[in-house]
């Protein structure tokens, strides 16, 4: 296996084209076909879907009627088979074909000198400007058949669904055009049936408007199949006699583009992007509902015959051709960040404001450290107690400062407590903790400086236990501040500590996203200049615990140095959880991201300074420690989530929801995936 190489991590390369067309000269067409198949081929593209009817022109209308014309189209395609066994490509062509006295418009199937199968159109459209029924017999009930094509007898029909023998996933279906228009096409019981790429070979003229609707038929088949789509229509050298034509070609993949073209090109183009595949299959998998479905509607009458073929995977290094963003859970698109953004504060708000109402209890205790986390759950807060039409002074933030509290975060949260007009009071700590540590006969108790676990939680269990004896004096509701990154590495006292709230608003907001949050919440004024000043300075902040004193050089304890960066712990988590990739796929498709920080698109607003990249060795190195953490000895604390609402769609921890696991598991079979496939350098 290459590391290096997309076949190598489920990925198959897919091209949608669109040719030059001349109308009625088939050999010429199979040029321009096999032109682009070429290129296809130097850039290792393993399928490539064509315009409908493209070897013989679309708008050629009773030609179409004519023998000469469809016994050239039988000879390009005769050519096409045959210069196709010096291509890797499977090439998928669109050619009028007859068969029993009837013509059909089809798809035919071309792979290494092998016409795989032909695929008829099912759905033939009479209205309006168009009258393919005038030449063209519907495939509707075409099954079990074969055909003789180009001097070959291949399989027939609409029942037909392609797959590679030696490439798990590599499973593709075929429709035409107006198929994908009406309800219930065929690539729906194509997807039912496991193709997990659907194709649609289509000419369709273009009219103002259509491109968009095309667009969103492509990204619905996608996302409601679980399957990626391939689209290409007919572009330069249709006839304009009485219609226009676009060359609109894209591909999705679960309703997202991956790649399209130029519309109105004025020579051959394509797209080409690296497709998911195995990401796909997992989808459905992990779906009960699909498999319902297929068992609904794939009854008698309605099943597949399979083709079989072999493919020979590229062994090379090659580009992924597909962008992978940076934080799965922070799109780049500005508007989808903003969208994002609005949405995630919002159902946080909701759900807090439900579980307020619900308990009756009108005060909140809140531990403010003047970090991300805590920032952001105030924020919440203060929004819900507005919306309630409660003051604001029923939110109780305590502020508790320890042996290694610094006063930028200490300043930052009172100002942060007085800028949002909450009920603020100041906890020393040390006391405290000084008795228990001399209790537990702790060696820093008696001078020594010995900063460890203990040392640590101690500190977080008292705030805890603080706010708990607070919310029940005070008839309060204690409010969870741990966030979905630190969920997910069990960065958190365990019981009477940060672990425990009675209601927990960031449990399913990665640490990458609260972040971009702030910013938002900065952005949208919706605070005085001020307060939002004071957010920016705690964005500033190193992310630290500040449990254990500065060293010698006067360097703040930092979480990231301790478990690692939350850049590459969030993109872990997405893809683990969210799809269940393997680890050498998550650290192939990681150093993708994050090899180059000047490439690529950053989310908005996203500060120069803060911008990094990670090699090879570091992303394997963090990602060990994050399987660690995530199987071996952090599921015993998830097991016992406090609530909270989900937020976006790989993310939630709670044994209640997206993810319930043994609490006495272990990572060891996730480590030596890693470690196996994962190259060092």
């Known amino acids: 296996m290459n590391f290096h190489s997309p076949y190598s991590h489920g990925f198959i390369r897919g091209a949608a084209c669109t040719p030059v ?86 798809a035919v199937v071309i792979h290494a000198g092998r016409i795989l199968g032909v695929v008829p159109k099912t759905h033939i459209p009479n209205y309006r400007e168009f009258y393919e029924k005038r030449w063209f017999a519907s495939g509707r009930s075409v099954r079990d058949m074969m055909i003789s094509v180009a001097g070959q007898s291949v399989p027939f029909g609409i029942d037909l669904q392609f797959a590679a023998e030696n490439i798990r996933d590599f499973i593709f279906h075929v429709e035409i055009c107006e198929d994908v228009w009406l309800p219930a096409p065929p690539s729906d019981f194509g997807a039912m049936a496991g193709a997990l790429i659907l194709t649609n070979l289509s000419a369709s003229n273009i009219t103002v408007g259509k491109a968009e609707m095309r667009k969103l038929l492509c990204a619905t088949q996608s996302a409601r199949n679980f399957a990626a789509y391939l689209y290409s229509a007919a572009g330069p050298g249709e006839s304009t006699t009485d219609l226009a034509w676009d060359g609109q070609a894209c591909i999705y993949e679960l309703g997202d583009l991956l790649g399209e073209t130029e519309r109105f090109p004025a020579g051959p ?10 990401r796909l299959r997992l989808e459905r998998m992990r779906t009960g509902t699909f498999n319902d479905a297929a068992t609904l509607h794939l009854t008698a009458g309605k099943t597949f015959r399979r083709v079989l073929f072999d493919f020979e995977r590229p062994q090379e290094t ?175 006292t365990y019981g009477v500590g940060d672990q425990m709230s009675h209601y927990n608003v960031n449990a399913s907001v990665p640490k990458t996203l609260i972040q971009h949050l702030i910013r938002w919440v900065i952005e949208a004024e919706s605070f005085d200049d001020q307060t939002n000043a004071t957010l920016q300075r705690i964005l500033n902040t190193l992310i630290s615990p500040e449990l254990v004193p500065a060293g010698a050089d006067g360097a703040m304890q930092s979480t990231e140095d301790k478990i690692g960066p939350y850049d590459l712990h969030d993109f872990t988590l997405y893809y683990l959880t969210r799809f269940g990739l393997k680890p050498s796929k998550i650290a192939y498709m990681a ?44 599921q015993f604390k998830r097991s016992a989530s406090p609530n909270g609402p989900k937020v976006t769609s790989g993310g939630s921890l709670s044994p209640r929801g997206d993810w319930r696991a043994p609490s006495d598991g272990n990572g060891r079979i996730w480590i030596k995936e890693l470690k196996d496939n994962v190259p060092d350098a």
């Open 318 to 492: 090659l580009v992924l051709e597909r962008a992978i963003q940076r934080y799965p859970f922070v799109p780049s698109d500005p508007k989808r960040l903003d969208q994002d953004c609005y949405e995630t504060f919002n159902i946080q708000v909701q759900g807090l404001m439900k579980r307020l109402k619900s308990t009756g209890i009108k005060r909140l205790c809140i531990g403010i450290s003047g970090g991300l986390d805590s920032t952001h759950a105030l924020l919440v807060a203060a929004k819900a107690y507005d919306q309630l039409g409660w003051p604001r002074t029923d939110i109780l933030g305590f502020t508790m400062p320890g042996f290694a509290t610094g006063d930028d975060t200490k300043s930052n949260a009172w100002a942060l407590m007085r800028g949002m007009g909450i009920t603020a009071e100041e906890v020393d700590i040390k006391p405290l903790a000084t008795q228990l540590l001399h209790d537990l006969k702790h060696p820093f108790s008696g001078g020594e400086p010995v900063y460890d676990v203990t040392f640590e939680n101690v500190q977080a269990g008292l705030r805890t236990d603080f706010l708990f004896r607070a919310a029940n004096q005070r008839n309060a509701l204690v409010l969870g501040t741990g966030d979905l990154s630190e969920i997910a590495l069990g960065w958190s």
């Open 21 to 106: 067309c001349e109308l009625g000269d088939p050999d010429f067409n199979a040029r321009a076909t096999l032109d682009l198949a070429r290129e296809g081929h130097a850039r290792s593209v393993a399928l490539m879907v064509f315009p409908e009817l493209g070897i013989s022109g679309y708008s050629i209308d009773d030609l179409l009627g004519q023998d000469v014309l469809l016994d050239a189209v039988e000879s390009a395609l005769a050519t096409i088979v045959e210069e196709s066994k010096a291509l890797l490509p499977v090439l998928l062509v669109g050619a009028p074909l007859r068969h029993e006295g009837r013509l059909f418009n089809c």
């Open 269 to 278: 183009q394509m797209c080409v992007a690296d497709i998911d595949v195995e």
């Open 591 to 634: 150093l993708q991201a994050w090899k180059d920080a000047g490439a690529g698109a950053w989310p908005s607003h996203f500060p120069e300074e803060k911008k990094r990249q990670f090699d090879l060795p570091v992303i394997k190195r963090w990602m060990e420690t994050f399987l660690f953490r995530f199987f071996t000895i952090s």
